[in-house]
T-cell receptor, first 113, second 114 residues
Framework: GNSVTQMEGPVTLSEEAFLTINCTYT??????LFWYVQYPGEGLQLLLK?????DKGSNKGFEATYRKETTSFHLEKGSVQVSDSAVYFC????????????FGPGTSLSVIP | NAGVTQTPKFQVLKTGQSMTLQCAQD?????MSWYRQDPGMGLRLIHY???????DQGEVPNGYNVSRSTTEDFPLRLLSAAPSQTSVYFC?????????????FGPGTRLTVT
C-alpha cells in the first residue's frame, strides 16, 4: 500500500545551520508529493509541492526535489532561522483519489539561537 | 476572509458522552475533510465530503459521524466518546480534488476523553 516514511526527530539545529529532513515514499503510480509545516498551536500549512518526477518545489528558502528513482522527497534549507521551528510533514496524494492523502509521522525541528 | 475555523479549541469529555466539533470555511471550497493527529502517526483521514449532501469514509471512521448540509459547514459528531478518541482534530478544505489544489487547515481542536 501507499506510505510515507520520514525521520521523526526531534531535530535540533543552531541558527544558520543546513537542514535536511528525509522523506521516502511507497506508492503505486505517480503520486503528487507535499511538505506541510505546523507551527506551534496552529494547523498545517502547505510549504511546497511537486506533482511529477524531477520537479523541484520551493518556498521560503526551503526546497525539495521529486526523485522517482529513489522514491524520495527530502526537504532542505541552506540556513535555518529560529522562526523555522515547527513540525514538518511529508505527504503524498494519489492523482485519482482525493481521499488518499497519506501523511508521514512528522519531524519536529527546533532551531536555537 | 477567515479561512477554515474550528470550535471549540479545547474540550474534555467523559467516556460515553457525545459532542459535535464544528468546522466552517468561507472560501466556497467544495472539498472538506476531518483528520485526527496522534503522536508518531501523522494525520489520518476520518471522513470527507466532495460537496453539499455528499460524504464518505476515510481511514478511521468508526465512532464518528458527519453531515454536509451546506457548502460552508462540515461538523464532526462523536457518538459515544472513548479514551481512544483523545486526539487533536483538524478540519481541512480545498477547492477541488486535484493534487494541485492546496488543502487549507483549521487551527485544530484538542480533545481529551477521560
Amino acid at each position: 500500500g501507499n506510505s510515507v516514511t520520514q525521520m521523526e526527530g526531534p531535530v535540533t539545529l543552531s541558527e544558520e545551520a543546513f537542514l535536511t529532513i528525509n522523506c521516502t515514499y511507497t506508492a503505486t503510480g505517480y503520486p503528487s508529493l507535499f511538505w506541510y509545516v505546523q507551527y506551534p498551536g496552529e494547523g498545517l500549512q502547505l510549504l511546497l509541492k511537486a506533482t511529477k518526477a524531477d520537479d523541484k518545489g520551493s518556498n521560503k528558502g526551503f526546497e525539495a526535489t521529486y526523485r522517482k528513482e529513489t522514491t524520495s522527497f527530502h526537504l532542505e534549507k541552506g540556513s535555518v532561522q529560529v522562526s523555522d521551528s515547527a513540525v514538518y510533514f511529508c505527504a503524498l496524494m494519489r492523482k485519482t483519489s482525493y481521499d488518499k492523502v497519506i501523511f508521514g509521522p512528522g519531524t519536529s525541528l527546533s532551531v536555537i539561537p | 476572509n477567515a479561512g477554515v475555523t474550528q470550535t471549540p479549541k479545547f474540550q474534555v469529555l467523559k467516556t460515553g458522552q457525545s459532542m459535535t466539533l464544528q468546522c466552517a470555511q468561507d472560501m466556497n471550497h467544495e472539498y472538506m475533510s476531518w483528520y485526527r493527529q496522534d503522536p508518531g502517526m501523522g494525520l489520518r483521514l476520518i471522513h470527507y465530503s466532495v460537496g453539499a449532501g455528499i460524504t464518505d469514509q476515510g481511514e478511521v471512521p468508526n465512532g464518528y459521524n458527519v453531515s454536509r448540509s451546506t457548502t460552508e459547514d462540515f461538523p464532526l459528531r462523536l457518538l459515544s466518546a472513548a479514551p481512544s478518541q483523545t486526539s487533536v482534530y483538524f478540519c481541512a478544505s480545498s477547492y477541488s480534488d486535484g493534487p494541485r489544489d492546496e488543502q487549507y487547515f483549521g487551527p485544530g481542536t484538542r480533545l481529551t476523553v477521560t
